[in-house]
T-cell receptor
Framework: KAGVTQTPRYLIKTRGQQVTLSCSPI?????VSWYQQTPGQGLQFLFEYFSETQRNKGNFPGRFSGRQFSNSRSEMNVSTLELGDSALYLC????????????FGEGSWLTVV | QKEVEQNSGPLSVPEGAIASLNCTYS??????FFWYRQYSGKSPELIMSIYSNGDKEDGRFTAQLNKASQYVSLLIRDSQPSDSATYLC????????????FGQGTTLQVKP
């Protein structure tokens, strides 16, 4: 069974640009969530999508957005990139029920210069 | 008070010893608890999940949960150098089934 797949794995962007990251969850999983990991802040929850609807949202500015498609694949977008957005962005999937185990993809390393 | 707290370490143990990693959480209603291992430059890998008070064993790993004390721990028996990594405690919020709240992680060093 394939795991969580994220693309691209590495990317470099310039301040002010926007970026779109993609995630394919484990087959059969309906929940996809996104996390940002930085050395200073650790792992922080961005948002979660379940059956194409945003079910939960973390405390990030509106520049961070996402969506989920009918096949459960998800994308997240960051607009007007700032240097502080440089981070590892992790996608995670789960079946979506209470207490379900959450599995992470390998992540997308974003560097903003 | 942080929602999930861990000692950042590093925790250093000799090869073959037991490593004990601890975590406390603030949301008394939390029901689901996880330990993830993260190697440098890699994504978190699930090691253990625990939902009920008591111990849960899987190979060399034992997770312990005490909801009354709001405390979760992970024991690693017969520690190996390959266990050297950052261990992340994570809790699912009682009000938010899809959101993991992570501690800052404990760095474990197993010395040969």
């Amino acid at each position: 069974k394939a795991g969580v797949t994220q693309t691209p794995r590495y990317l470099i962007k310039t301040r002010g640009q926007q970026v779109t990251l993609s995630c394919s969850p484990i087959s059969g999983h309906r929940s996809v969530s996104w996390y940002q990991q930085t050395p200073g802040q650790g792992l922080q929850f961005l948002f979660e999508y379940f059956s194409e609807t945003q079910r939960n949202k973390g405390n990030f500015p509106g520049r961070f957005s996402g969506r989920q498609f009918s096949n459960s694949r998800s994308e997240m977008n960051v607009s007007t990139l700032e240097l502080g957005d440089s981070a590892l962005y992790l996608c995670a999937s789960s079946p979506g029920g209470p207490g379900n185990t959450i599995y992470f993809g390998e992540g997308s390393w974003l560097t903003v210069v | 008070q942080k929602e999930v707290e861990q000692n950042s370490g590093p925790l250093s143990v000799p090869e073959g010893a037991i490593a004990s990693l601890n975590c406390t959480y603030s949301d008394r209603g939390s029901q689901s608890f996880f330990w993830y291992r993260q190697y440098s430059g890699k994504s978190p890998e699930l090691i253990m999940s625990i939902y009920s008070n008591g111990d849960k064993e899987d190979g060399r790993f034992t997770a312990q949960l005490n909801k009354a004390s709001q405390y979760v721990s992970l024991l690693i028996r017969d520690s190996q150098p390959s266990d050297s990594a950052t261990y992340l405690c994570a809790v699912i919020s009682s009000s938010n089934t899809g959101k993991l709240i992570f501690g800052q992680g404990t760095t474990l060093q197993v010395k040969p």
